[in-house]
């Protein structure tokens, strides 16, 4: 049981990226109603949610992503997606994708680094 994430890399301020988290070894009676999240890091700071969605598609975010960051989850999929657009220097950093279901448990992380 993990969670695995992919789409991070190096992008130019106000490009896209769209990073992805599979819920791995999940069944769906867990996976569905749990909530999911990506949080992020970065140097000399604390990690901080920057959005999630409850199984029940409740969504927040984080106010500096407000109108930029997308979540959204495929359950079919068991899979969280986060769909980042105009993305600035200071979204800079270790995403992490993070699920309360079994306990909580988080992703490995994907570097999101934005030049610029």
């Known amino acids: 049981v993990q969670l695995v994430e992919s789409g991070g890399g190096l992008v130019q301020a106000e490009g896209s990226l769209r990073l992805s988290c599979k819920a791995s070894?999940?069944?769906?009676?867990?996976?569905?109603?749990?909530?999911m999240a990506w949080y992020r890091q970065t140097p000399g700071k604390q990690r901080e949610l920057v959005a999630s969605?409850?199984?029940?598609?409740?969504?927040n975010y984080h106010d500096s992503v407000k109108g930029r960051f997308t979540i959204s989850r495929d359950n079919a999929k068991k899979t969280v997606y986060l769909q980042m657009n105009n993305l600035q220097s200071e979204d800079t950093g270790v995403y992490y994708c993070?699920?309360?279901?079994?306990?909580?448990?988080w992703g490995q992380g994907t570097q999101v680094t934005v030049q610029g």
């Open positions: 969605i409850s199984g029940a598609r409740v969504i």
């Open positions: 070894g999940f069944i769906t009676s867990v996976f569905n109603p749990a909530t």
């Open positions: 993070y699920t309360d279901a079994r306990n909580g448990l």
